[in-house]
């Protein structure tokens, strides 16, 4: 699937959809995504900043997606766990940005090598428009070559 067509579907996914999360865009290398979560009264909390659970949200699939596209269809990848610090309210639209570059494309490739799982963590900051930031969410990744591939380069070891 193309970036761009993702893209499209996820924001019309329902959870994204109604909770007012927008993916701006998705690179076309798969290196990045940009993701807003705009501040209406019908997904703030009782205090009148953004819900917890939509920031989570927000920033729930994107480290996965990356790495899936960008490891390619060799590897399993998959969320492991998860974690979010409240650092402020949110009293305003906020915005998250997830980026993997090649080293970290390069440094999973080299770990998962031998057929071991790898687990990673990626952190991401959650901001407000003037840049201060509203919550730091960490994903963990579980990554591995499938067992269809690991048996191929045992054979050919």
Avoid at 90 to 109: C, S, T, Y
Avoid at 129 to 136: L, Q, S
Wanted: hydrophobic share 45%; aromatic share 10%.
């Amino acid at each position: 699937m193309r970036p761009n067509t993702l893209r499209r579907l996820i924001n019309l996914w329902p959870p994204f959809l109604f909770n007012c999360i927008r993916v701006q865009s998705i690179a076309r290398d798969w290196s990045e995504a940009r993701v807003v979560l705009r501040l209406r009264p019908w997904n703030r909390n009782y205090v009148r900043t953004q819900f917890g659970g939509n920031l989570f949200a927000m920033s729930d699939p994107f480290w996965m997606l990356l790495a899936m596209h960008r490891l390619g269809r060799d590897y399993l990848v998959w969320d492991k766990a998860g974690a979010i610090d409240f650092v402020a309210p949110g009293r305003a639209d906020v915005h998250a940005a997830f980026r993997m570059p090649d080293a970290v494309v390069d440094e999973l490739r080299s770990a998962a090598a031998g057929g071991d799982k790898v687990l990673r963590w990626f952190e991401t900051e959650i901001t407000a428009a003037n840049g201060e930031v509203v919550a730091r969410v960490r994903k963990q990744l579980y990554v591995r070559l499938k067992p269809a591939v690991r048996g191929q380069r045992d054979a050919t070891a």
